[in-house]
Nanobody, 114 residues
Framework: QVQLVESGGGLVQPGGSLRLSCAAS????????MSWYRQAPGKEREWVAI????????NYAASVKGRFTISRDNAKNTGYLQMNSLKTDDTAVYYC???????WGQGTQVTVSS
């Protein structure tokens, strides 16, 4: 069965960095594109970034482009989101997602605050 487990969130000051991880199991991770989404308090969930199955192509929401980097290690069945120059507006629960599957993990909380 499909399982995605996000980790790596925490409290960080503005301008700081975090790296999120997404451990996948129950399916052939290397054959699917992977996305990251986030949901801030009181707001709808929004798409953040996507990476192709091979990792050869990526795309980002305008709000994070140039600050966030999505990557993956198919040998480890794990995806990543490196977040730099964090802003208070980045505060949210972050989720990884395989768009083909109607499945959401528990997410990982990122709080950017001084």
């Amino acid at each position: 069965q499909v399982q995605l487990v996000e980790s790596g969130g925490g409290l960080v000051q503005p301008g700081g960095s975090l790296r999120l991880s997404c451990a996948a199991s129950g399916f052939a991770f290397s054959t699917y594109a992977m996305s990251w989404y986030r949901q801030a308090p009181g707001k709808e969930r929004e798409w953040v970034a996507i990476i192709t199955s091979s990792g050869g192509s990526t795309n980002y929401a305008a709000s994070v482009k140039g600050r966030f980097t999505i990557s993956r290690d198919n040998a480890k069945n794990t995806g990543y989101l490196q977040m730099n120059s964090l802003k208070t507006d980045d505060t949210a629960v972050y989720y990884c997602k395989i768009n083909t599957f109607n499945y959401w993990g528990q997410g990982t909380q990122v709080t950017v605050s001084s």
